[in-house]
């Protein structure tokens, strides 16, 4: 039964059904019970917590980030999918924190100063909390000196900056200046990513890597710390 409830909760992420009335991708899950409702059975029966993230949550976005390589999915589909698995780690999180399961890290993001696009953010935090990281999403339009601010008080392994705009990107430069200058760059790895951003800016303001997309996003911050 535990493998039965794992299976469907990884299943319904892929398609991105987080309730029993959503039709997701294959019209014979509809009226089955979506992420939310597995969640809350997987948790009254007991089911181990670290299993579910990773055997249900992380493993279906693994699938939903090949698929959408592939040219399968669409953000559409990425984005239901990436919902689903937010609303499944806000029921988990609770539990997680009295279980005394270790977070792999924590990760400030945020959306730098001007631009107010977040929904590559929001993609990003997801998938993190989902990979088992501690996220403190400073939301946008955030200020170098928030940003600052923040790793100072939050003390994160990670800060993700995203930009949607030429005109905001500079900001990122800004904040790996002031982290800098504040004595706080050593203590943080800083990854950067948005529609104008490439590897190449990433390397010019001396930022520690680029993900293209969440998924590439996530890896990143994997690889980073196990290096």
């Given at each position: 039964?535990?493998?039965?409830?794992?299976?469907?909760?990884?299943?319904?992420?892929?398609?991105?059904?987080?309730?029993?009335?959503?039709?997701?991708?294959?019209?014979?899950?509809?009226?089955?019970?979506?992420?939310?409702?597995?969640?809350?059975?997987?948790?009254a029966e007991g089911i181990?917590?670290?299993?579910?993230?990773?055997?249900?949550?992380?493993?279906?976005?693994?699938?939903?980030?090949?698929?959408?390589?592939?040219?399968?999915?669409?953000?559409?589909?990425?984005?239901?999918?990436?919902?689903?698995?937010?609303?499944?780690?806000?029921?988990?999180?609770?539990?997680?924190?009295?279980?005394?399961?270790?977070?792999?890290?924590?990760?400030?993001?945020?959306?730098?100063?001007?631009d107010l696009h977040d929904?590559?953010?929001?993609?990003?935090?997801?998938?993190?909390?989902?990979?088992?990281?501690?996220v403190k999403d400073l939301?946008?339009?955030?200020?170098?000196?928030?940003?600052?601010?923040?790793?100072?008080?939050?003390?994160?392994?990670?800060?993700?900056?995203?930009?949607?705009?030429?005109?905001?990107?500079?900001?990122?430069?800004?904040?790996?200046?002031?982290?800098?200058?504040?004595?706080?760059?050593?203590?943080?790895?800083?990854?950067?990513?948005?529609?104008?951003?490439?590897?190449?800016?990433?390397?010019?303001?001396?930022?520690?890597?680029?993900?293209?997309?969440?998924?590439?996003?996530?890896?990143?911050?994997?690889?980073?710390?196990?290096?």
């Amino acid at each position: 039964m535990k493998k039965d409830i794992i299976s469907l909760i990884r299943e319904n992420v892929i398609q991105g059904r987080i309730t029993k009335d959503d039709e997701g991708l294959d019209e014979e899950l509809s009226g089955q019970p979506g992420v939310s409702e597995l969640i809350d059975q997987a948790l009254a029966e007991g089911i181990d917590i670290k299993e579910m993230i990773a055997k249900g949550l992380s493993e279906a976005m693994e699938i939903v980030g090949e698929r959408f390589e592939s040219g399968e999915f669409y953000i559409p589909d990425m984005l239901a999918s990436a919902e689903a698995v937010g609303v499944a780690m806000e029921k988990l999180e609770p539990d997680l924190a009295k279980s005394g399961i270790k977070a792999k890290g924590k990760v400030i993001v945020a959306t730098v100063k001007g631009d107010l696009h977040d929904i590559g953010k929001n993609i990003v935090s997801i998938l993190l909390r989902g990979a088992g990281y501690t996220v403190k999403d400073l939301g946008n339009d955030v200020g170098t000196q928030t940003i600052v601010d923040a790793v100072r008080e939050e003390k994160p392994q990670f800060v993700g900056l995203s930009a949607l705009l030429t005109s905001t990107m500079v900001y990122m430069g800004d904040a790996i200046r002031a982290l800098d200058e504040n004595g706080l760059r050593d203590k943080v790895k800083v990854i950067i990513g948005g529609a104008p951003v490439s590897d190449e800016f990433a390397q010019s303001i001396g930022a520690d890597g680029y993900g293209a997309d969440g998924f590439q996003a996530l890896a990143l911050v994997e690889s980073l710390r196990s290096s």
